[in-house]
């Protein structure tokens, strides 16, 4: 049984300390937390709110537990101490042990507004379809420059994996756009097969494909900017002459690729939501 | 590492995930597989092979039974309670995760895998059940 109540809270691990943080808790801590490394929380938060007493015999293991998480890339954070527990933190030299966040932090990031080519909103897309295809597709991408759709605009799709964006604070699609043939050299990148044509399990392929680059997108921007994007499935078009238009008519902002497997695209279009999703 | 010999279970409703997987397997070393396409699948294959598995690789979210209800149901079975266990997903759900640790999964992987990534958790799980 637990000897510390957790939640996880959008990409944060938050632990719960108990009012007595006395020495009885020391060894709890120190075995429970090999269990929250493996989490792939990317934000371990102690929260400390009512308590009252932090024994020096605590100090170790959350001193280990920091370490261990700052050295694989993690961010870890003491939230809601007091200011008799915060000056003890500090007057023991530990402040940087336990990163406790003072008040007057960062405040949460506005959405990013339809059509315009918000670098916050776009980078993580970019690093995420990059990092997919060098990954799973063992292909280097080199990304053109952002720009905006519009009627002149024509880009030959034959195939696209679209998913639908929500949030607390903006609702759109993102779609994964691929001329036939550029996909189905793609698909053999991937698996060593070669096709002439798409078929049920190339079109699956194309969905992975974007769940794999949301999910890894979503995670970025929900922690840094506190996005709350929801999961979500994503669907497959298929056909000639393909385009995705969002209902309100804001311009949809594209994100050309090349490689040597050939040129495709990823295409975004957002709207502010009207009313807000309690979440 | 697992012996080269070991026979795999690979638990994904995507085709071409379980194509992945078994791709980046052979790559390690491994030949032998057999695919299911959810939970329910894997769960019937595993229960009714004479053959014992010794690894089952299994996304998470799939249709009629998920990886972590198949992971509880192979934990819950006293013959293939022991079953190494990796569970595959494609985003970083922490809670998730946590309830997989606390039913018994012995590692997980985040798509997308490298070979090399993939044989890393493979080796720590391999460590970790001491086979």
Redesign the interface.
């Known amino acids: 049984m637990s000897q510390f109540k ?1 939640t ?1 809270e959008k ?3 938050i632990i719960k300390i108990p009012a007595s943080f006395t020495a009885e808790f020391a060894a709890a801590f120190q075995g429970e937390s090999q ?1 929250w490394l ?5 934000v371990h938060v102690l929260d400390f709110d009512g308590v009252l007493v932090v024994d020096q015999a605590t100090y170790a293991p959350v001193l280990q537990f920091s370490r261990l998480l700052r050295s694989s890339g993690k961010q870890f954070r003491s939230i809601n101490m007091s200011k008799t527990i915060l000056n003890q933190i500090k007057a023991h030299g530990l402040k940087d042990a336990f990163q406790p966040l003072e008040p007057g932090s960062a405040p949460a990031a506005a959405a990013p507004a339809p059509g315009k080519m918000d670098v916050r909103f776009i980078n993580p897309f970019l690093n995420s379809v990059a ?2 295809f060098k ?2 597709a063992q292909t280097t991408l080199r990304p053109g420059k952002p720009f905006l759709r519009n009627e002149k605009t024509t880009i030959d799709i034959g195939i696209i994996g679209l998913i639908s964006l929500n949030s607390t604070q903006f609702k759109g699609n993102i779609g994964l756009c691929f001329p036939t043939q550029v996909f189905l050299n793609v698909y053999e990148r ?3 097969e070669k096709h002439s044509e798409i078929t049920q ?2 079109e ?2 194309v ?2 494909l974007l ?2 680059i949301y ?2 997108a ?2 970025e921007l929900n922690k840094d900017f506190g996005f709350d994007l929801q ?1 979500a499935l994503p669907t497959v078009l298929r056909g000639e002459k393909l385009e995705m238009r969002m209902q309100n008519r804001n311009p949809i902002i594209v994100l050309p690729f090349e490689a040597d497997v050939g040129a495709f695209h990823v295409e975004i279009a957002t709207e502010p939501m009207t009313h807000k999703r309690s979440a | 590492m697992f012996d080269p010999k070991t026979k795999i279970l690979i638990v994904d409703d ?4 379980r ?2 997987v078994m ?1 980046a397997c052979r790559e390690i070393g491994f030949s032998d597989f057999t695919e299911a396409a959810d939970g329910v699948q894997g769960w019937q294959t595993l229960s009714s092979s004479e053959q014992s598995f010794g690894l089952v690789i299994s996304d998470w979210n799939m249709p009629n039974c998920t990886g972590l209800d198949f992971l509880k149901r192979v934990r819950a079975d006293g013959r293939l309670k022991n079953t190494p266990f990796i569970l595959v ?7 998730q ?2 309830e997989a ?1 606390m039913a018994g999964v012995n590692n ?1 992987v ?5 070979t090399d990534s993939l044989r890393t958790k493979l080796e720590e799980t391999h460590a970790r059940v001491g086979k």
């Open positions: 957790c996880q990409e944060k691990h269990a493996l989490l792939p929380a990317e990092s997919v990954t799973q991937m698996l060593g399990e190339i699956d392929a969905a992975e769940n794999i999910g890894a979503k995670t999961p | 995507m085709s071409t995930m194509k992945l791709k997903t494609a985003e970083s759900e922490g809670a995760v946590k640790i997980y985040v798509k997308p895998f490298t």
